[in-house]
């Protein structure tokens, strides 16, 4: 496997169900990230790890966990979500600097959420 | 603050035409880097070119060339002979070099329809 892989591709669940989505980069990156696109929205950056420590959380809502066993992979994990959640989550990865400036970010397909 | 504009929302043109997608940036920061990515309705956003501050110099790469203004703050991107397949959302981004954290901030993207 190339890239950044993510799966599953496809989920729907109910509001009360629990799921994870699961990211893993064979890019040998130290950093990832979870954007949330939703239909007709701008793409929002919901989670940053860097070298497994979580950098940055905007405001997402804590029925959201994201979790970072190791540089390569990278979990939401999902529980009572809301219908509003239904979106296009993109996984990333970036080699980012010491610097903190942010690299050039490779995205993998997604995960097409629904909630019903 | 970082802002990156994509007036065009939606372009559609008629295949073998040439179209020119607009990316207009904001930023006080003498050293930052502009990229384009490609999402094709598959949804996996893919990267085209990343180009740094201190390089005015236009790039071209088969079909596919980026004018890079900065008196103008502006990176745009045109698509030679254009064809079907280059029906996607474009989106524009822009990453500062100097504030550790700063993500990546993509722009609202413009949707290119190349009819047959």
């Known amino acids: 496997e190339t890239g950044v892989t993510q799966t599953p591709r496809h989920l729907v669940m109910g509001m009360t169900n629990k799921k994870s989505l699961k990211c893993e980069q064979h890019?040998?990156?130290?950093?990832m990230y979870w954007y949330k696109q939703s239909a007709k929205k701008p793409l929002e950056l919901m989670f940053v790890?860097?070298?497994?420590?979580?950098?940055e959380n905007n405001s997402v809502p804590s029925r959201f966990s994201p979790e970072c066993p190791n540089s390569s992979h990278l979990f939401l994990h999902l529980h009572t979500l809301q219908p509003e959640d239904s979106a296009l989550y993109l996984c990333?990865?970036?080699?980012?600097?010491?610097?903190?400036?942010?690299?050039?970010?490779?995205f993998g397909p997604g995960t097409r959420l629904t909630v019903l | 603050a970082q802002k990156v504009t994509q007036a065009q929302t939606e372009i559609s043109v008629v295949e073998k035409e040439d179209v020119t997608l607009d990316c207009v940036y904001e930023?006080?920061?003498?050293?930052?880097?502009l990229f384009w990515y490609k999402q094709p309705p598959s949804g996996e956003l893919v990267f085209l070119i990343r180009?740094?501050?201190?390089?005015?110099q236009n790039e071209i790469s088969g079909r596919y060339s980026w004018n890079f203004q900065k008196s103008t703050s502006s990176f745009n991107f045109t698509i030679t002979a254009s064809q079907v397949v280059d029906s996607a959302v474009y989106f524009c981004?822009?990453?500062?070099?100097?504030?550790?954290?700063?993500?990546?901030?993509f722009g609202p993207g413009t949707r290119l329809s190349v009819l047959p």
């Open positions: 990333a990865s970036s080699q980012d600097r010491a610097s903190g400036r942010r690299d050039t970010q490779y």
């Open positions: 890019l040998g990156h130290n950093a």
């Open positions: 790890y860097n070298f497994k420590e979580q950098t």
């Open positions: 930023t006080r920061d003498t050293t930052y880097y």
């Open positions: 180009r740094n501050s201190f390089d005015e």
């Open positions: 981004a822009l990453s500062e070099a100097s504030n550790y954290g700063q993500n990546f901030v």
